[in-house]
């Protein structure tokens, strides 16, 4: 019996090396100044493989060979939004062909993004908070009542009409395979595509005035309605900006502001109109909760199966942890995409 822990023990540390071995190639870069409050090392430049589209420096947003990427820079974010861009260019074949558009609310974070990724193709949208923060109800944590939280519902009037696909992304992941896999998924007729997870209890992101009022409730009759994370979604803008879904999440958080018919930030809204709409995309393309629950301390582990991205969604976040010197096992993953100049590993 002893043998057989010892050995399993060993096993198991070794398969950890290997994935390190594998995910860690070695990102020598040099130390730059980007702003004067953070400092973010600059990348090793990245090319496309032969096979590749010919795209050149000067193609433009509407060059139907590009793929089309949407994450935020928020201050707060910042560390995991530029380990996410690092973690896509490292994984992708094609990474010339990787179009980033960068959603930003108060700083101007355009100078770091050019100096962290010199010839990175991307567009800065600023996202307005006065959009939305007369739709923001209080939520049980803060960090989801951030404003640009709500960007994502607005990708379809602030992207270039040009766009016609997008890949949204929260700032609290990696990649550790080619974006243009996900990029490719078949959407069939519908406007988004997410991992979908049937066997998760939907009936707790509502409230029970929620349930209990048919006029509400009753969105759901009619559709397999499944909880999906909103952090990883391939977004048919098209069909999006004919249906008009920005306006009809706008409504639910109108409803969410007299009524109170949920607890959690931008989620909600994305299940009211979409659960049961959406088309499932594997489940390789969201790892998510590894960052944990409210509970100080606890670690998640992978669930079963292969992975394409690994999400620290939940409280939770690597590079805190990372800096507190307290990680859990899983954040050494996130760890070789980390540019902060200041890291201390
Ligand atoms: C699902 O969640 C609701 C609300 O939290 C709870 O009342 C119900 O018992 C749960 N159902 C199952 C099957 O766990």
Request: net charge positive; charged share 20%.
């Amino acid at each position: 019996m002893f043998g057989i822990t010892r050995f399993s023990g060993f096993f198991s540390a070794a398969m950890f090396v290997i994935v390190l071995i594998i995910l860690s190639p070695s990102f020598q870069s040099e130390a730059i100044r980007s702003s004067h409050r953070f400092s973010f090392r600059k990348a090793l430049p990245f090319r496309n493989a032969h096979e590749c589209a010919w795209v050149s420096a000067q193609t433009k947003v509407c060059d139907p060979s590009l793929v089309h990427v949407a994450i935020t820079l928020d201050v707060e974010y910042l560390r995991g939004s530029i380990a996410a861009v690092h973690s896509i260019l490292r994984h992708a074949l094609c990474p010339e062909n990787v179009f980033f558009h960068f959603l930003v609310s108060d700083t101007n974070l355009q100078a770091l993004v050019d100096s962290t990724f010199p010839h990175l193709k991307f567009n800065v949208y600023y996202f307005d908070p006065n959009t939305v923060s007369h739709l923001i109800s209080s939520s049980v944590r803060q960090a989801l009542e951030q404003p640009l939280n709500y960007a994502r519902n607005y990708l379809a009037d602030l992207l270039e009409s040009c766009v016609e696909r997008v890949i949204y992304l929260d700032s609290d992941l990696v990649m550790v395979d080619d974006v243009a896999k996900l990029w490719s998924a078949s959407l069939g007729s519908r406007a988004i595509g997410a991992p979908e997870y049937c066997h998760a209890n939907f009936t707790k992101y509502f409230t029970a005035g929620f349930w209990s009022e048919p006029s509400l409730a009753g969105t759901f009759a009619q559709r397999r309605a499944c909880y999906f994370n909103t952090g990883v979604m391939v977004m048919d803008l098209v069909k999006w900006r004919k249906e008009g879904y920005t306006r009809k999440i706008e409504r639910w958080m109108e409803i969410q502001k007299s009524d109170r018919i949920y607890e959690l930030g931008s989620l909600p809204p994305f299940l009211l109109v979409f659960a049961g709409h959406v088309a499932p995309i594997e489940h390789r393309w969201n790892q998510h909760g590894l960052g944990g629950d409210n509970v100080k301390g606890s670690c998640r582990g992978l669930h079963p199966g292969p992975v394409s991205l690994l999400h620290w969604s939940g409280s939770g976040k690597p590079w805190l942890r990372l800096h507190s010197k307290r990680p859990c096992p899983l954040d050494s993953l996130w760890a070789p995409f980390d540019l902060y100049a200041q890291s201390p590993f």
